[in-house]
């Protein structure tokens, strides 16, 4: 799998744009959060501040261990703001990583997806391990 080919390509070209990745602002509730993770079949939401810079992720899996960890009741952590159920130190990528590297740190985490962030924070896509393995193969 590992051919000069595949070494060559990069995060940018596989990761999904904004617009099919579910991004939330800090501030929206929580309850609307899980809703745009619905809406977008993705288990992940990207929290963002107001300049576009993430500052956390939400993940189907931490939502159940949130719940699990958690004594008070669902309705009420619905009615929270996104950034308080967040992972406000998400593993990222830049999209001039190559995607090898990111899927190893896939591998090694055992995530599913990646935000993508350049250099000074800001969000810019989402790298996600099916399309990723998929280019890899179609290489």
Do not use: Y
Request: proline share 5%.
């Amino acid at each position: 799998m590992s051919t000069q080919k595949n070494e060559n390509i990069l995060v940018r070209e596989v990761m999904l744009e904004l617009g099919r990745v579910p991004v939330v602002p800090e501030r929206m509730l929580f309850k609307e959060a899980l809703e745009e993770m619905g809406r977008k079949k993705l288990g992940i939401a990207c929290v963002i501040d107001s300049q576009n810079h993430l500052s956390g992720i939400i993940t189907d899996g931490d939502i159940r261990r949130k719940l699990l960890k958690v004594q008070k009741p669902f309705s009420a952590l619905l009615v929270d703001d996104a950034i308080d159920h967040s992972i406000k130190t998400p593993m990222v990528v830049s999209p001039s990583d190559t995607l090898l590297s990111a899927i190893r740190k896939m591998d090694e985490k055992q995530v599913w997806d990646l935000p993508v962030v350049q250099t000074d924070g800001t969000l810019v896509g989402l790298l996600h391990l099916h399309p990723a393995i998929k280019k890899l193969l179609q290489s």
